[in-house]
């Protein structure tokens, strides 16, 4: 069974930084494609970025470009979103998810959630 | 970037057929994929490449794509399919792109 947990949510203060995780069990990691998605409290879902299985690619939405990272340790089964220089607008839960290849496409499998507030 | 349209309410009677529209240009020409989120919850995908069900999707659930219009439909809804729907595509614009989503109402 798949399972992504994600974790390094919390508080942080406007301009400061955070290092969301994602555990994932259950499936080939490295064969992947894995993304992130945010949705702000009453709000849509937001695509964030995506990383090839192989972690040779990386996709960003434009406004996160430059402050977010994402990356992947495929010998731990871990993806990472190391975020940067954060706005009250990035205020949301960061979903981890899947893709059942190794490039971008659908999200068959998600994690429940870590919560980022950023507020002083 | 590209853009994707959703009403943002649909209200059904149990036992009824719900449509669930997403507008975009030329959207028949891209991969459209549907995710349901109920409150609290992780989104779960309902529909994958415009009409694909993913094991454990009811046959109730099912999806179809032409022109500027992808929809998915809902028959004989029941009070759990209470949710809201997101649809998605990847696009060589933007790259990944959700719908803002619709809000699925059973009466």
């Known amino acids: 069974e798949v399972h992504l947990l994600e974790s390094g949510g919390g508080l942080v203060q406007p301009g400061g930084s955070l290092r969301l995780s994602c555990a994932a069990s259950?499936?080939?990691?490295?064969?992947?494609?894995m993304n992130w998605v945010r949705q702000a409290p009453g709000k849509g879902l937001e695509w964030v970025s995506s990383?090839?299985?192989?972690?040779?690619?990386?996709f960003y939405t434009d406004s996160m470009k430059g402050r977010f990272t994402i990356s992947r340790d495929n010998s731990k089964n871990t993806l990472f979103l190391q975020m940067t220089s954060l706005r009250a607008e990035d205020t949301a839960v960061y979903y981890c998810a899947k893709v059942p290849f190794g490039v971008p496409g659908y999200f068959d499998s998600w994690g429940q959630g870590t919560l980022v507030t950023v507020s002083s | 970037s590209y853009v994707l349209t959703q009403p943002p309410s649909v209200s059904v009677a149990p036992g009824k057929t719900a449509k669930i529209t997403c507008g975009g240009s030329?959207?028949?020409?891209?991969?459209v994929h549907w995710y349901q989120q109920k409150p609290g919850q992780a989104p779960v995908l309902v529909i994958s490449y415009d009409s694909d069900r993913p094991s454990g999707i009811p046959e109730r659930f099912s999806g179809s794509n032409s022109g500027n219009t992808a929809t998915l439909t809902i028959s004989r809804v029941e009070a759990g399919d209470e949710a809201d729907y997101f649809c998605?595509?990847?696009?060589?614009?933007?790259?990944?792109?959700f719908g803002a989503g619709t809000k699925v109402t059973v009466l």
């Open positions: 998605q595509v990847w696009d060589s614009s933007s790259p990944c792109v």
């Open positions: 030329n959207i028949g020409s891209k991969g």
């Open positions: 259950g499936f080939t990691f490295s064969t992947s494609a």
């Open positions: 990383i090839t299985g192989s972690a040779t690619k990386t």
